[in-house]
Nanobody, 127 residues
Framework: EVQLVESGGGSVQVGGSLRLSCAASGFTVRRACMGWFRQAPGKEREGVARISGGVSTNYVDSVKGRFTISVDNAKNTLYLQMNSLKPEDTTMYYC?????????????????????WGQGTQVTVSS
């Protein structure tokens, strides 16, 4: 059974850092198509970062140079290191897995294509 359990959210001041973790079970992260998404109330879900095969990555423009997505194969865990946080980064963050077979490259898949989701973790950045 696939399970994704996020942790690491919290409250920080502008310019601070947080590291989100997504403990995975039921599959191997280093072979997976995974991502971090965020969604504020009343807004569309946004893909923040994606990782394919534990190596290839991409990021939404607003977080490039500040956020880093990675996996720890030994711990079977997905991470999102968030530095230089801004108030606009405040929202719920979710990790997700797309285990479907698709002709669309992993790094190009939309959130709707991901079939497993964690429960989310709240990030709040205050000025």
């Amino acid at each position: 059974e696939v399970q994704l359990v996020e942790s690491g959210g919290g409250s920080v001041q502008v310019g601070g850092s947080l590291r989100l973790s997504c403990a995975a079970s039921g599959f191997t992260v280093r072979r997976a198509c995974m991502g971090w998404f965020r969604q504020a109330p009343g807004k569309e879900r946004e893909g923040v970062a994606r990782i394919s095969g534990g190596v290839s990555t991409n990021y939404v423009d607003s977080v490039k140079g500040r956020f880093t997505i990675s996996v720890d194969n030994a711990k079977n865990t997905l991470y999102l290191q968030m530095n230089s946080l801004k108030p606009e980064d405040t929202t719920m963050y979710y990790c997700a897995l797309d285990s479907t077979i698709s002709s669309v490259p992993c790094l190009s898949r939309r959130g709707a294509e991901y079939n497993y989701w964690g429960q989310g973790t709240q990030v709040t950045v205050s000025s």
